[in-house]
């Protein structure tokens, strides 16, 4: 290829997958100007991706009210009182149905790490805590992730309270935790 | 049932990248050496059980298909199973199902992991656009949101074991980083040979706490295949079949809310009991001649000498301070370099293992065989904080 049809091939993929044309410069451009032998391996770009419009089902009301209300809820076994929250409509234990019950938005933390290295979404935020909060009034952990100013403050037992964003979305992200000072 | 054996087997090199092999073509690779050493056509072969995890990793859905599509098996049965970590382990559990039950005489269960395609232009590297792959497993609602990897899963119940019993120690799980890849100078096809020191592991940088660099396994492409047959068939193709003398299986709650506590793990508990009652193992220290740990985190491999029932609970420690599990100890672990040695080519990974610990057992292993070999444990564990366990006692 010479230089105009390989500006072509990085604007055509650059368009197709978002990939910044210098990042495909720098990977593509020995293979686009013919410097690979021809039984070399022949690398491309590629991309997944799938739009959903998907429904949270029997959990709906956790997140409506994390949305309109700044509230947490969880679900409450009929039957045996344990209160679930992730929430579900039925118990896993009873197979009977549960009740909402609000809660607090405090709770503990009952076992937590420092993420140094992370995903390919999550790199910015480094390092960040990544630990299960037992929420005050449940049977249940929560995964969350904090990010904080200094990660030595965050331990097994850090007493925590969920605060709400100013623009939420209704998912789960919709709060976050900080501790109680 | 009936009994079932290991009449042949391959394994490709473990890599960081194949970069000249698609997925089916590594599987391929695996499929013809293992068939080599059966000495068997594939037209004997009555039904596959494919190992792959992630579809992302491969860049393609149903991927089971094409691999059978490429091995020339059209027209027979097959499936895929997909557990996470313990995919490997849990394909060879299907596998023995088929045979053991009576429905096939010689079933392929081959495992296959393309991973380094998934690729960060950002960074220029592939591993956190692997770990974006591996979130999707995470659930979507509630945990992957909060950008956890497999690392910080494990880590979370290392932590929770430290709190508890004050170990594994960073010094411990330095001296199993130690070991591993020393045992994988030893094997021709460990990704990660290395000579390091407890310092060099301490000096590493944190990825995740309490997990420094060398505490970590690293992802690996590769391929690894096995056959297993009926006894009558077995001893018709080989005069060194390794039979598989017991088997346990066990999936704990995912979401560790469910779980009574997240500071062993129960799975790994479980399925290695059953494993044991199935072989007749009492005493696992004494009985067992090598074993073969999911060191995925050098903690997660100490937690493991307790959930197999090396030691007691709380003291897996100990083991590796002693020397036990070394090269030449009471129970020789991970002689391949286990995930951190050899690699962790997710879906091949359990059958990897296997290929290992059946080497030994067949007096196949060279330099680095156990002496007197004649029973070793495979244990394949994956998920969040160890959601999988399949364990398998093999016996020559």
Known sequence: ?181 | MRDVAIVGMGCTKFKARWVDKTYYELAFDAAKMALEDAGVDKDRIDCAVYGIYNDFFQRQYQPDAFVHDYLGLGLKPMVRVNSGGATGGAALRIGYAEVASGLYDICLVLGVEKCADCYNYEVAMATPEVLRAILYTADMTYDNPAGRTAASGFALAVVAHREKYGNPTDEQMAKVSVKNHFNATKNPVAQSPKIITVEDVLNSRMIVEPFRFYDNCLYTEGAAAVILASKKVAHEITDNPVWIGGLGASVDYVMPGNRPNIYTYESSRVAARKAYEMAGITNPLKELDLAELHDAFTGTEIMAYEDCFFCEEGRGGDLIDEGAVMPGGEIPVNLSGGLIGCGHAVGATGIMQTFEIATHLRGQAGERQAPNARRGLVQSIGGTLCTWTVCLVLEN
């Open chain 1, 1 to 181: 290829m010479d230089e105009k049809e390989r500006e072509a091939w990085y604007q055509f993929h650059h368009r197709k997958y978002g990939i910044p044309s210098d990042h495909l410069r720098r990977e593509f451009e020995a293979e686009l100007s013919g410097q690979n032998p021809v039984d070399a391996p022949l690398e491309v770009p590629d991309k997944m991706e799938i739009l959903f419009k998907y429904s949270y089902g029997q959990q709906s009301r956790f997140f409506r009210e994390l949305r309109e209300n700044k509230a947490i809820y969880g679900a409450r076994c009929n039957e045996c009182g344990k209160v679930y929250c992730p929430p579900r409509s039925h118990c896993n234990d009873c197979y009977q149905p549960t009740e909402w019950v609000r809660l607090e938005g405090t709770g503990v933390i009952r076992a937590c790490t420092v993420q140094h290295y992370t995903t390919s979404a999550f790199i910015k935020k480094l390092p960040f805590i990544c630990a299960y909060v037992q929420l005050d009034g449940t049977d249940f952990l929560l995964m969350t992730n904090m990010e904080v100013e200094d990660v030595r403050k965050i331990a097994v037992g850090t007493r925590v309270k969920a605060v709400f964003r100013e623009e939420r979305h209704g998912s789960i992200t919709d709060f976050y935790f900080k501790p109680i000072e």
